[in-house]
């Protein structure tokens, strides 16, 4: 059975989960792992996490090593025009994450920074936590659809 729901990652999500094995960014990662939900990312963002760590968070390197290529696909990074079609929809320096969720296509795009992202068109914007809460709604309203069945 393939995942329903396509999400992309972004950078500061992934050094979230990596950093912090008990918290909802992790538990988004887990979900990702177990196949509940598709986990998508470029390799841009993965080289930005990876540098963030070492500078910042370097015990966590280790831990997002292993549980990177468990949890999330890689898409290409997006090229040029497809940066200059979502130039409208995130800020400059995010780009890159819209176009690359919109060229999958993903649901819902992951971040702590939803303030860089201005309503892209069919794509989901949310916090780990809103994600979190959703993805909580989506498996109530399915087990109630089989209920009914």
């Not at 992309?8 to 918290?23: C, E, H, K, L, Q």
């Not at 540098?51 to 910042?56: D, E, G, I, S, T």
Request: proline letters at 7%; one cysteine or more.
């Amino acid at each position: 059975m393939s995942p329903f729901l396509r999400v992309f990652f972004d950078a500061d999500v992934i050094i979230a989960g990596s950093a912090s094995p008990n918290g909802v960014s992790h538990a988004l990662l887990q979900v990702a792992e177990l196949g509940l939900i598709e986990g998508w990312t470029t390799p841009q963002v993965v080289d930005e996490v990876r540098r963030n760590l070492r500078q910042k968070l370097p015990h966590a390197v280790a831990v997002f090593e292993a549980l990177w290529p468990r949890c999330l696909q890689m898409s290409p990074d997006p090229d040029d025009a497809s940066l200059q079609r979502v130039s409208d929809y995130a800020h400059v320096k995010d780009r890159h994450v819209v176009a690359a969720a919109v060229q999958i296509p993903t649901h819902w795009l992951v971040t702590f920074n939803v303030r860089h992202f201005y309503a892209p068109p069919r794509l989901m914007v949310l916090r780990p936590q809103e994600a979190i809460q959703q993805l909580r709604t989506v498996i109530s309203e399915l087990a109630a659809s089989a209920e009914s069945d």
